[in-house]
Protein backbone atom coordinates (compact mmCIF):
# COMPACT_ATOMS: atom_id res chain seq x y z
CA UNK A 1 0.00 0.00 0.00
CA UNK A 2 2.94 2.35 0.84
CA UNK A 3 4.55 1.73 -2.38
CA UNK A 4 1.23 2.60 -4.66
CA UNK A 5 1.06 6.06 -2.36
CA UNK A 6 4.30 6.91 -3.32
CA UNK A 7 3.62 6.06 -6.83
CA UNK A 8 1.03 8.23 -6.96
CA UNK A 9 2.69 10.93 -5.03
CA UNK A 10 5.80 10.69 -6.90
CA UNK A 11 3.79 10.72 -10.35
CA UNK A 12 1.31 13.46 -9.19
CA UNK A 13 4.29 15.87 -8.40
CA UNK A 14 5.92 16.82 -12.07
CA UNK A 15 2.00 17.75 -13.01
CA UNK A 16 1.97 19.80 -9.53
CA UNK A 17 5.61 21.74 -10.69
CA UNK A 18 4.03 22.64 -13.85
CA UNK A 19 1.06 23.97 -13.10
CA UNK A 20 2.60 26.59 -10.36
CA UNK A 21 4.77 27.57 -13.23
CA UNK A 22 1.70 29.10 -15.10
CA UNK A 23 0.70 29.59 -18.65
CA UNK A 24 3.09 27.77 -21.45
CA UNK A 25 5.66 26.78 -18.70
CA UNK A 26 6.57 29.67 -18.05
CA UNK A 27 8.25 30.62 -14.50
CA UNK A 28 7.32 33.93 -12.36
CA UNK A 29 11.25 34.18 -11.56
CA UNK A 30 11.49 34.94 -15.42
CA UNK A 31 9.81 38.21 -16.15
CA UNK A 32 8.19 39.58 -18.83
CA UNK A 33 9.76 42.42 -20.88
CA UNK A 34 8.13 45.09 -22.93
CA UNK A 35 9.73 46.75 -25.97
CA UNK A 36 9.08 50.42 -26.92
CA UNK A 37 8.42 51.30 -30.59
CA UNK A 38 11.33 51.99 -33.03
CA UNK A 39 11.76 55.97 -31.84
CA UNK A 40 13.52 58.06 -33.64
CA UNK A 41 13.25 61.30 -31.39
CA UNK A 42 13.11 62.16 -27.69
CA UNK A 43 10.72 60.09 -26.43
CA UNK A 44 9.30 59.39 -22.68
CA UNK A 45 9.05 55.60 -22.72
CA UNK A 46 8.13 55.39 -19.03
CA UNK A 47 6.69 57.15 -16.22
CA UNK A 48 7.16 55.41 -13.96
CA UNK A 49 10.40 53.24 -12.21
CA UNK A 50 11.43 50.10 -14.40
CA UNK A 51 14.51 48.03 -15.27
CA UNK A 52 16.07 48.35 -18.94
CA UNK A 53 17.66 45.28 -20.10
CA UNK A 54 19.25 46.01 -23.08
CA UNK A 55 18.66 48.89 -26.02
CA UNK A 56 19.15 48.48 -29.82
CA UNK A 57 19.84 51.09 -32.41
CA UNK A 58 20.06 50.62 -36.14
CA UNK A 59 20.59 53.25 -38.87
CA UNK A 60 17.66 54.04 -40.77
CA UNK A 61 18.95 55.56 -44.05
CA UNK A 62 22.55 55.26 -45.47
CA UNK A 63 24.53 57.53 -43.39
CA UNK A 64 23.82 58.87 -40.05
CA UNK A 65 24.05 62.04 -38.94
CA UNK A 66 26.57 63.38 -35.69
CA UNK A 67 24.41 63.11 -32.68
CA UNK A 68 24.17 61.60 -29.54
CA UNK A 69 21.79 59.08 -28.16
CA UNK A 70 21.07 59.38 -24.50
CA UNK A 71 19.13 57.14 -22.26
CA UNK A 72 18.64 58.56 -18.84
CA UNK A 73 16.88 58.08 -15.86
CA UNK A 74 13.91 60.37 -16.50
CA UNK A 75 10.86 61.35 -16.76
CA UNK A 76 11.59 64.57 -19.28
CA UNK A 77 14.06 65.48 -21.67
CA UNK A 78 17.50 66.53 -20.52
CA UNK A 79 16.65 66.17 -16.84
CA UNK A 80 17.70 62.65 -14.78
CA UNK A 81 20.91 61.09 -14.47
CA UNK A 82 22.40 59.99 -17.75
CA UNK A 83 22.84 55.74 -18.47
CA UNK A 84 24.02 55.26 -21.58
CA UNK A 85 25.17 57.83 -24.07
CA UNK A 86 26.08 56.78 -27.83
CA UNK A 87 27.97 59.07 -29.83
CA UNK A 88 26.90 58.41 -33.34
CA UNK A 89 29.53 58.91 -36.02
CA UNK A 90 29.03 60.83 -38.90
CA UNK A 91 27.96 59.91 -42.69
CA UNK A 92 28.62 56.32 -41.54
CA UNK A 93 26.40 53.33 -42.68
CA UNK A 94 24.82 51.78 -39.33
CA UNK A 95 22.92 48.62 -41.32
CA UNK A 96 23.71 46.23 -38.35
CA UNK A 97 21.87 46.51 -35.40
CA UNK A 98 23.69 47.91 -32.44
CA UNK A 99 23.09 46.36 -28.81
CA UNK A 100 23.55 47.74 -25.56
CA UNK A 101 23.19 45.75 -22.72
CA UNK A 102 22.11 48.23 -20.00
CA UNK A 103 20.88 46.12 -17.06
CA UNK A 104 19.80 48.65 -15.18
CA UNK A 105 16.91 49.66 -12.75
CA UNK A 106 15.41 53.15 -13.40
CA UNK A 107 14.33 54.97 -9.93
CA UNK A 108 12.34 58.28 -12.05
CA UNK A 109 11.34 56.68 -15.37
CA UNK A 110 12.91 56.15 -18.94
CA UNK A 111 13.65 58.73 -21.18
CA UNK A 112 15.11 58.22 -24.59
CA UNK A 113 16.52 61.50 -25.67
CA UNK A 114 18.20 62.40 -29.23
CA UNK A 115 20.69 65.05 -29.55
CA UNK A 116 20.07 66.48 -33.04
CA UNK A 117 18.38 64.76 -35.92
CA UNK A 118 20.61 61.44 -36.38
CA UNK A 119 19.03 58.42 -39.18
CA UNK A 120 19.08 56.11 -36.10
CA UNK A 121 16.12 54.15 -34.89
CA UNK A 122 16.11 52.71 -31.00
CA UNK A 123 13.87 50.52 -29.12
CA UNK A 124 14.37 49.48 -25.65
CA UNK A 125 13.21 46.49 -23.77
CA UNK A 126 12.13 47.12 -20.17
CA UNK A 127 9.75 46.29 -17.40
Not at 46 to 58: D, Q, R, S, W
Not at 64 to 89: H, K, N, R, Y
Not at 94 to 110: E, H, K
Request: hydrophobic share 50%; charged share 10%.
Amino acid sequence: MKRLLLACVFAFLPLAAFAAEGPQGLSAKYPIFLTSAVVTSNTQVKALPGYVAYMVCIGTDAAAQAASIILSDATAEDTGTTVVTWAVQAAYNYATPLIFPVQRNFDTGIYLNYTATADIGCYVVYR
